[in-house]
């Protein structure tokens, strides 16, 4: 019998859950659709995002629905609908995917500093958290987005408008709930007795810290990860729909707002953008859930 | 039997060597509280301890839960700051070393850990686990040499080398223990201290982990310190015993003074409170049955620090702490009124077993 590692049995017991494998599916699905956007456009056949098709205007000058040449129709100033939610796609995903990982790398570092040497510096770091963790997120970004709508941006150019804003918005939200959670972890697994035993072998702080407890949180890091990437894709939209975030490249939330109005008349405007969000957002936490059953055995309802 | 004081501390009349020395160790936990987290009080875990180990013996360190027995240990190792007194390892002072100093010294002294299960990092394999220890000081650097070091050191322990690459979780309890016992003897130590190391483990495999212990300390020339609560089990591994009650030691004797003629009272209760398989000593036993509880440790009774549940305590038990000196029998004890051996016969089991 081969060895198995942790890892290793934490995929197995992954594997056996068949609805979160498919989510896992369609995210790696969407995630090609996403980098392959351009050339999925050139063989479909459908113009640019950006691209205004007069032609697919009806003689008022309103949108019309799916047809061959715009298989999710127009949007009122004639862009192709399915470009644009492709486009979006990438997006979404990048937004989430960089604002989480800073999230984690920030709130991971600050976490395991504040458990492993506890002291003043947790002190410090807890509150800094809890007073994050007290933010009204919306109003924080709009009132951000407004202060740092200038070319120029805030904080002398670092926080240009659009992406990095919403970006920095996201990393402000969820990296508190990263460090809480990881600090909660360190402060249990410092106490544990293999820790001791390293320090009996003479390991420093950083060979405790690399070799010891790390190893032990990349399974709650995966899983709140995979956990807060679907909250930051929602997060991203709802920045849009109020109009804070990305204003030069399509956002599925920035769709949903401009079709608010139009909902009677062109029904696919808002449905396919919002269709993508829903499914996307599901996937993500369809795999968070999985992910997490697998790695608590012991919470598994079925064998 | 002679009463003289060195056969007690001295165990063998060929006078052994001292490996360690320790003397007046103390350890106070402050205690902090309100808002300004000032300090009300402190935990005498450890409260003036004084022994010597010797080269190449086992010393037993037993005593019930919060005595500071484990505390002792993590102090002598250097894996906790003592808050006074003086640790010598081979004459040398090594309660205040620092940085490589204490590096270098972690290779002389190593620890076998209570719990087989918390005590393996679950994320890493045993072949990383045991050969930790090279990575930390550097030995055996070349990959090929480092994997047939870590296997021969686990065909020592009897676990198959083979197994280099598994988990933890892939072991049973007795097995853990021996990658524990196979991780404190890779750096060639000169002194392993083992905190209670079968008391997590089913009683059909404490014997083998015992039996390791004892076979690997006569190979390698090891000396042991073995912190246990199960009386029998410090018998059947130990030349010395030391026993202690609230930070203090109490009664210091070789294990058969101790089994046979326990002269201080909690000694004799905490004997006659072995069970014995044979029916007939087992109903002419008269149990000698403590009553209370531990005095807490933030606030040590003064005198004697048994008096509170002691049969034969008297006035100055109360006022007077007693020193730990010579008794009838050669053991040392800190009584004021230690037991006779008439006393001894009538409650503990294992002195009948001895003298007939």
């Known amino acids: 019998m081969a060895a198995r590692s942790p890892l290793q049995l934490f995929w197995r017991r992954f594997r056996k859950d068949k609805v979160a494998l498919s989510a896992l599916v369609f995210i790696a699905l969407l995630i090609l659709v996403a980098i392959f956007a351009p050339v999925i456009r050139s063989v479909v056949g459908i113009p640019d995002p950006g691209e205004r098709s007069t032609d697919a205007l009806d003689a008022f000058g309103l949108p019309l629905g799916p047809t061959a040449a715009h298989p999710f129709g127009v949007d009122d100033i004639g862009r192709d609908i399915l470009a644009r939610v492709l486009d979006g796609a990438r997006l979404s995903l990048t937004v989430a995917f960089i604002g989480t990982g800073l999230s984690v790398l920030i709130g991971v570092t600050a976490g395991m500093i504040a458990g492993f040497y506890r002291g003043w510096v947790d002190t410090v770091i807890a509150r800094v958290i809890d007073v994050l963790l007290a933010f009204p997120v919306l109003l924080l970004g709009l009132g951000l987005a407004s202060a740092c709508s200038t070319k120029e941006g805030c904080l002398g150019g670092a926080l240009q408008p659009g992406r990095t804003i919403v970006i920095f918005i996201i990393v402000l939200s969820t990296s508190p709930y990263v460090a809480r959670i990881i600090r909660g972890q360190v402060l249990s697994l410092r106490e544990k007795e293999f820790v001791e035993a390293a320090r009996s072998l003479g390991a420093g702080n950083m060979r405790i810290i690399f070799r010891e407890i790390l190893p032990n949180l990349v399974a709650p890091i995966i899983v709140y990860a995979s956990l807060f990437i679907p909250a930051n894709i929602l997060l991203e939209a709802s920045l849009s729909f109020l109009g804070v975030g990305v204003r030069d490249q399509p956002s599925w939330g920035q769709m949903l707002a401009d079709a608010t109005g139009k909902v009677d008349s062109a029904w696919w405007f808002m449905f396919f953008p919002g269709m993508a969000l829903l499914l996307t957002v599901l996937a993500f936490n369809l795999v968070g859930d999985g992910m997490q059953d697998a790695l608590n055995p012991k919470g598994n309802k079925q064998r | ?222 000396t042991l310190i073995f912190i246990a609560h199960d009386l029998s089990v410090v018998r059947h591994m130990c030349d010395r015993v030391a026993v202690m009650y609230l930070g203090r030691i109490v009664e210091l004797a070789t294990s058969d003074q101790l089994y046979s003629h326990p002269r201080m009272p909690y000694t004799g209760a905490l004997m006659s409170a072995v069970p014995v398989a044979d029916p007939r000593l087992a109903a002419a036993k008269k149990r000698q049955v403590l009553v209370g509880d531990v005095p807490s440790p933030t606030n040590p009774p003064p005198g004697c620090r048994f008096h509170t549940r002691c049969w034969k305590a008297q006035e100055v038990c109360r006022n007077e702490d007693p020193p730990l000196v010579a008794k009838d029998g050669g053991n040392l004890a800190a009584c004021h009124f230690p037991l006779s051996d008439a006393e001894v016969l009538e409650r503990v089991p294992s002195a009948r077993n001895v003298n007939g």
């Not at chain 2, 204490?102 to 393996?120: H, T």
């Open chain 2, 1 to 222: 039997m002679s009463v003289s004081a060195s056969e007690a501390t001295g165990a063998n009349p060929v006078a052994r060597e001292k490996i360690m020395e320790v003397e007046g160790l103390f350890k106070h936990f402050p205690i902090h509280a309100g808002f300004f987290r000032r300090q009300v009080g402190a935990v005498k875990a450890v409260d003036g301890v004084s022994f010597d180990v010797l080269r190449g013996e086992t010393l037993g360190l037993v005593g019930e839960s919060g005595c500071g027995k484990s505390t002792t240990a993590r102090l002598l190792l250097r894996l906790m700051e003592p808050t006074d007194g003086s640790i010598k390892f081979e004459g040398r002072e090594i309660a205040g070393v620092k940085g490589n100093e204490l590096k270098a010294l972690r290779r002389e002294m190593q620890m076998i850990f209570q719990d087989p299960y918390s005590s393996l990092n679950p994320r890493k394999t045993v072949g990383s686990i045991i050969s930790d220890p090279f990575a930390i000081h550097g030995m055996h650097k070349d990959a090929g040499e480092r994997k047939k070091a870590v296997q021969e050191l686990m065909d020592i322990v009897g676990l198959n080398p083979e197994h280099y690459n598994r988990y933890p979780h892939e072991f049973s309890g007795g097995q853990r223990q021996r990658i524990g016992v196979a991780r404190a003897l890779a750096l060639r130590p000169k002194v392993i201290v083992a905190d209670e190391p079968v008391s997590a483990l089913d009683v059909s495999i404490q014997a083998q982990v015992l039996n390791l212990l004892r076979d690997l300390q006569r190979e390698l020339g090891l």
